[in-house]
């Protein structure tokens, strides 16, 4: 079936399908979003803005909506935990750079919920939550997605497995996978997803625990050389976001029992032996790039295209620049541009998400990871020399806060 008008399907209502929804919408675009779970489950995930991003949401106020739940955090550090040394960066330094010379933590959920909101305020059809995407298709003139309801009871579903009963088809003019790490419309657009699995688990503890009345000298961001691995602290609004590591020899199972938090809260500092635990979930993480990102009328953003290690906070705010471009280059072919403009897309930001968000948080990773006290007060020694030289910290200060690569996919033709 070919679409009276042009139109454009998105399969995810995550960070980036949403903005990409809410970006279309204010073009004059007919958007449809179709998202398998059927309310959005409290969980946090993304908590770190970065300038750049917050510079593209000041539209609509939404920065302000983000800005008001959230805690801003104008320096970040990487410190050695036996002696509190560290070397801390300070974002004014590229206050000529962006209108937020700083990092917001704040929950990725707030924007979710928001853009979820104002959609439905436009149009309570753009949204259609329980409509878990089975099938994705393309011919000569138009895209396709078949979907199946979700189950209302998902406690008792597994949401990665193919809902049964009859599929509902929808057509539009291109369809876009905004649908996360294991994208169906990556596999209709045929690209692999070539990357590894990180070895080690993460678990995520959150606290309403003053860390900052313990712990000398702390930034919102935290990142922490411990005698035993590694662990970060991040200051949201409320609470403290904690991210240990498994012990070699431990299991999973054994690193989530309470009183295992609570000695390892206690070795962060002995006072958080009994702080009040909030959400506690392990998570793996990949790196992984899609082969490509669009093939006629199907097209990739965010964790569908890139995968990194959440180590310096790009994931999300990587997934909101590429819809950012992908929205303009949508508006073009709505002008009557014509479909190669994708091609633009993909070269524009498939480059930025290999080099710069991939690349540095692999790196920030196995920095954190360095095994040994020797290694890591080098590694301490050159990041202090570095905080304490405008020059070359304020070249790494636009790299690490995405600034870099944005501006270099622009030039990309
Ligand atoms: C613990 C953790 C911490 C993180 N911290 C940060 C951080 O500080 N900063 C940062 O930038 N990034 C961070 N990230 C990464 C960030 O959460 C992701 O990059 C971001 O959520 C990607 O957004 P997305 O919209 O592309 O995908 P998702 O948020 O995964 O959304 C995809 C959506 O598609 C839906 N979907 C999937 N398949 C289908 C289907 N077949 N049919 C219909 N719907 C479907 C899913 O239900 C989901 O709602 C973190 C990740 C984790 C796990």
């Not at 909030?278 to 569908?304: I, N, T």
């Amino acid at each position: 079936m070919v679409p009276t008008q042009f139109s454009v399907l998105i399969v995810g209502a995550g960070p980036v399908g949403l903005v990409l929804a809410w970006r279309l919408t204010k073009a004059g675009i007919a958007v449809r979003v179709l998202e398998r779970e059927p309310i959005l489950e409290p969980m946090l995930r993304s908590s770190t803005w970065h300038p750049p991003t917050l510079d593209m949401l000041v539209e609509d106020g939404l920065t302000k909506v983000l800005h008001r739940a959230g805690r801003i955090t104008p320096t970040w550090q990487i410190r050695l935990h036996e002696t509190g040394e560290r070397a801390e960066f300070d974002l004014s330094l590229i206050a000529d750079a962006t209108r937020h010379p700083w990092r917001l933590q704040c929950d990725q959920a707030v924007l979710v919920r928001e853009l979820e909101a104002r959609l439905c305020a436009i149009d309570a059809s753009i949204v259609r939550r329980g409509a878990h995407v089975v099938g994705v298709g393309q011919a000569a003139h138009g895209a396709f997605v078949d979907w199946v309801p979700t189950p209302l009871d998902t406690r008792s579903v597994d949401t990665e497995t193919r809902p049964s009963g009859p599929s509902v088809r929808e057509h539009a003019s291109i369809v876009v996978g905004c649908d996360g790490a294991r994208s169906m419309v990556r596999d209709a657009i045929g690209a692999s997803f070539e990357g590894t699995l990180y070895p080690e688990t993460t678990v995520l503890v959150t606290t309403p625990f003053a860390f900052e009345d313990h712990l000398s000298g702390l930034s919102g961001i935290n990142y922490v050389w411990a005698p035993d691995g590694t662990y970060s602290l991040l200051r949201l609004a409320d609470v403290w976001r904690v991210s240990l590591h498994p012990a070699e020899d431990e299991s999973i199972e054994a690193a989530q029992h309470p009183r295992r938090i609570a000695e390892r809260l206690a070795a962060i500092t002995p006072a958080a032996a009994g702080a009040p635990i909030g959400e506690m979930r392990p998570y793996r993480v990949h790196q992984r790039l899609a082969s490509h990102w669009q093939r006629g009328r199907l097209a990739l953003a965010g964790d569908a295209a890139h995968l990194n290690n959440p180590k310096g906070g790009m994931g999300m705010n990587g997934g909101i620049h590429d819809a950012f471009e992908l929205s303009d280059a949508l508006a073009e072919i709505a002008a009557g541009a014509s479909l190669e403009r994708l091609e633009r897309y993909e070269r524009r930001r498939l480059p930025v998400a290999r080099d710069d968000i991939i690349a540095q948080a692999d790196q920030n990773r196995t920095r954190m990871w360095e095994p040994s006290l020797d290694g890591r007060r080098k590694l301490l020694a050159n990041l202090q020399a570095l905080a304490a030289d405008p020059v070359r910290c304020r070249a790494h200060l636009l790299r690490t806060s995405m600034i870099d690569g944005l501006r270099r996919s622009k030039t990309l033709a």
